[in-house]
């Protein structure tokens, strides 16, 4: 029987698919990009119109094999890769690299954005062509990527060492990173001081509160820099007659934030779950290719996981609709569906926003079926789609103004004193919230939810101290993963499937490291974006790279020409490539140190490599002798007693490990603590949970139990 051949990207969604369609189809798996530019070459012809030169990698050889003999059996041919640029582009360069064209067969593309059966079966009813507006996009984008990462990059091989990159976007990133951190360098703390003042109506002087001092009584912005003059005011303060001038009451409705798109789930993944944007992408690929739900089958969990559109299908706004009511009754919600629109210029409205497949589908129930990854994430997007469909959380807020008028004896007269604002917001209502409630990053205030007195104008207060508190203005924090994405989102860098490659890019290259959390730039990183800002000021500048990404979607519209786009940029860009061959001085990136080469006496030198820092002979080329960096503990190996010695892998991860090594193989990924196993005498090191865990017989210790001079050496080491 002849079939009909599916072409997907990942086994995972064949598998899915071949369950939905049936046997009538056969499913293939192109494992992602089957045709692409040469690693080992520039693979674009500059001279002859920026024309690519696309070749098959060697290991997709056999996977074109496979796809053109399942072709020569088929009917007809459907191209299921993803519904976005990137998707398009797999789809067009299956038809060239197997020549699909030429087998006389009709060629269809299939678009949906949940695997699901209806989604799929309505996909299949409305077949249509490959977008080539999408496919150029996706062609200009790698066309310009690939233009300034090959010729930056030997540049900076040539200037500051072998093993850098240079990106359009992730230079971008490392900016940002870079300047946030001399921000914070530069930073002058300014002092100010905040006055409140405890208070409580005459009558019932049972229920104190604090108001705060804002200005003076007629307005006047009042800015309080030093203790002097704070003392000043508190001494006013003392002798003021207080009297309520202003009372007002009303209710505020809190509105639920709309479903994710790629960014803010990569955003509220990084702070609720603590997820990195990798392994968030990761983990939404599984949710939306499908998982085996016992007799259910395989099922796409979510819609497609790269969007920037917050539009939600009419059917899957009804069911979650209904389905609050069932759960949590008609008073969660309102009248009217809520709608989302983004008002960027980009947001593709055809799109959907990240939504559980089926709001009937809870996460407690199909909790069995999932990891623990799995099921957060899953249980993230399930709620946070549930909720944008719920009644608003209600507030009822009072804001209260209170005049503090004080009394000079010298003029035995009144005069005008200070104005103090009292403000508070309890909930009358959840709605929303009952379900989910959006996290706030460090640098937004939080709601702060006190309680006030009913007063009314006029009303006397008695005054019953005041609290000052020095403050120092703070400098700009530093970005987190959530923070950077959502800067670069808000600046027009970068689209949905870019964050999280950008992301782990500048940490891998070691431009950029996280400290609890927090990125810094490193000294690789700032000396090479110290570069590219002088000599390549248009490739790192915000502003132009997010007009490039908008050009990027011209083209995608079909508003633009590809070509375009390429033929503007690369001819000033190749004349910054000229002169900054020729200015840019070469850095010497090597760290002397006191140890000699074992091989020639010479001495060793740090050097930054591929895969991080490594002592290297100073007599290089004549000498070659290189070793790994081994960073001294001071704690003894529990093998054999030599000393271990801080490592870091080919993968960036760091272990402890026997400085006599290869003789003694000992090794540990746990940090090894000053104080010995007190059961066997072996190593006790500090687990994954902060427990203090012996590497031999598996003894823990909570630290709190250790003596506090040996967790002060713990914490040292």
């Known amino acids: 029987m002849t079939k009909k051949l599916v072409i997907v990207e990942s086994p995972a969604k064949?598998?899915?698919?071949?369950?939905?369609?049936?046997?009538?189809?056969?499913?293939?798996?192109?494992?992602?990009?089957?045709?692409?530019?040469?690693?080992?070459?520039?693979?674009?012809?500059v001279d002859k119109d920026f024309d690519p030169k696309y070749v098959i990698p060697k290991k997709k050889k056999e996977v074109i094999r496979e796809i053109k003999q399942a072709a020569s059996k088929a009917s007809s041919i459907y191209l299921a890769t993803d519904p976005d640029r990137e998707g398009e582009a797999i789809s067009w360069h299956l038809v060239k690299a197997a020549k699909l064209d030429n087998c006389n067969l009709p060629i269809r593309r299939v678009v949906f954005h949940e695997i699901t059966r209806e989604a799929i079966e309505k996909a299949f009813k409305n077949p249509h062509s490959i977008n080539m507006h999408l496919v150029n996009a996706q062609q200009a984008r790698r066309i310009l990527d690939r233009l300034v990462g090959y010729k930056l990059s030997p540049l900076l091989w040539r200037k500051v060492q072998r093993g850098l990159s240079a990106g359009r976007v992730q230079s971008v990133a490392v900016r940002m990173i870079v300047d946030r951190e001399q921000e914070i360098q530069n930073f002058n703390p300014e002092e100010y001081w905040t006055i409140e003042v405890e208070l409580a109506p005459v009558k019932k002087q049972e229920i104190r509160f604090r108001a705060r001092v804002v200005a003076l009584a007629d307005g006047t912005q009042l800015d309080i820099s030093n203790k002097k003059e704070a003392d000043r005011i508190i001494n006013d303060l003392e002798k003021a007659i207080y009297t309520v001038k202003a009372v007002q009451t009303k209710q505020v409705a809190r509105q639920p934030a709309p479903p994710f798109i790629t960014s803010t789930m990569q955003q509220e993944a990084w702070r609720k779950l603590h997820f990195t944007a990798k392994r968030t992408m990761a983990i939404a690929q599984?949710?939306?290719?499908?998982?085996?739900?016992?007799?259910?089958?395989?099922?796409?969990?979510?819609?497609?996981?790269?969007?920037?559109?917050?539009?939600?299908?009419a059917s899957a706004i009804a069911e979650t609709r209904d389905f609050i009511t069932e759960k949590y009754g008609s008073a969660f919600l309102p009248t009217k569906p809520r709608r989302f629109t983004r008002k960027t210029k980009w947001a593709q409205e055809a799109?959907?926003?990240?939504?559980?497949?089926?709001?009937?589908?809870?996460?407690?129930?199909?909790?069995?079926?999932?990891?623990?990854?799995?099921?957060?994430?899953y249980d993230l997007i399930w709620k946070r789609m549930v909720a944008s469909q719920m009644s608003p959380a209600l507030y009822d807020t009072i804001n209260i103004e209170i005049q503090a008028n004080h009394v000079i004896a010298s003029e035995a007269k009144q005069h005008q004193g200070y104005l103090l604002k009292a403000f508070s917001s309890l909930v009358k209502f959840p709605g929303f919230m009952t379900l989910y409630s959006e996290s706030k990053d460090e640098d937004e205030q939080s709601e702060s939810l006190v309680s006030l007195p009913k007063l009314t104008v006029g009303t006397r207060l008695s005054y019953y101290g005041t609290y000052p508190e020095?403050?120092?203005?703070?400098?700009?924090?530093?970005?987190?993963?959530?923070?950077?994405?959502?800067?670069?989102?808000?600046?027009?860098?970068?689209?949905?499937?870019?964050?999280?490659?950008?992301?782990?890019?500048?940490?891998?290259?070691?431009?950029?490291?996280?400290?609890?959390?927090?990125?810094?730039?490193?000294?690789?990183?700032?000396?090479?974006?110290?570069?590219?800002?002088?000599?390549?000021?248009?490739?790192?500048?915000?502003?132009?790279?997010?007009?490039?990404?908008?050009?990027?979607?011209?083209?995608?519209?079909?508003?633009?020409?590809?070509?375009?786009?390429?033929?503007?940029?690369?001819?000033?860009?190749?004349?910054?490539?000229?002169?900054?061959?020729?200015?840019?001085?070469?850095?010497?990136?090597?760290?002397?140190?006191?140890?000699?080469?074992?091989?020639?006496?010479?001495?060793?030198?740090?050097?930054?490599?591929?895969?991080?820092?490594?002592?290297?002979?100073?007599?290089?080329?004549?000498?070659?002798?290189?070793?790994?960096?081994?960073?001294?503990?001071?704690?003894?190996?529990?093998e054999c007693g030599g000393e271990l010695v801080k490592r870091v892998n080919k993968r960036k991860q760091v272990f402890y490990g026997c400085s006599n090594f290869p003789k003694?193989?000992?090794?540990?990924?746990?940090?090894?603590?000053?104080?010995?196993?007190?059961?066997?005498?072996k190593l006790l090191a500090l687990d994954r949970k902060g427990m203090a865990m012996c590497t031999a017989c598996h003894y823990k210790v909570k630290l709190s139990q250790l003596e506090p001079q040996k967790q002060k050496e713990k914490v040292a080491s």
Request: proline share 8%; glycine share 6%; net charge positive.
């Open 14 to 45: 064949a598998r899915t698919l071949s369950k939905i369609l049936g046997h009538s189809y056969a499913v293939k798996a192109s494992l992602g990009h089957v045709r692409d530019l040469p690693q080992s070459s520039l693979g674009v012809n």
């Open 286 to 313: 599984q949710l939306y290719e499908g998982i085996t739900l016992g007799k259910e089958g395989s099922v796409g969990l979510i819609t497609y996981m790269r969007t920037d559109s917050t539009h939600v299908a």
């Open 351 to 377: 799109h959907e926003a990240i939504r559980p497949t089926s709001t009937h589908r809870q996460p407690g129930q199909i909790k069995p079926f999932l990891n623990s990854d799995q099921l957060r994430l």
């Open 470 to 638: 020095q403050h120092f203005t703070q400098p700009p924090p530093r970005y987190t993963e959530a923070t950077l994405i959502k800067a670069l989102e808000k600046k027009s860098i970068g689209r949905p499937s870019t964050y999280a490659p950008i992301l782990s890019i500048i940490q891998e290259r070691d431009y950029v490291y996280k400290a609890d959390g927090k990125f810094r730039p490193n000294e690789l990183g700032v000396i090479v974006n110290g570069i590219l800002k002088e000599h390549f000021s248009q490739i790192v500048d915000l502003d132009f790279t997010a007009q490039m990404e908008e050009q990027l979607d011209e083209i995608a519209r079909g508003k633009q020409e590809w070509l375009s786009i390429l033929r503007t940029f690369y001819p000033p860009f190749e004349d910054m490539l000229r002169k900054a061959l020729v200015n840019v001085e070469k850095v010497d990136m090597t760290q002397p140190t006191d140890e000699t080469c074992p091989n020639c006496g010479k001495p060793m030198v740090i050097k930054v490599g591929r895969f991080g820092k490594f002592l290297a002979c100073s007599g290089y080329p004549e000498c070659k002798t290189a070793m790994s960096l081994q960073v001294k503990t001071g704690i003894l190996c529990p």
């Open 664 to 681: 003694c193989q000992f090794t540990t990924s746990h940090k090894p603590l000053p104080q010995p196993c007190p059961e066997c005498g």
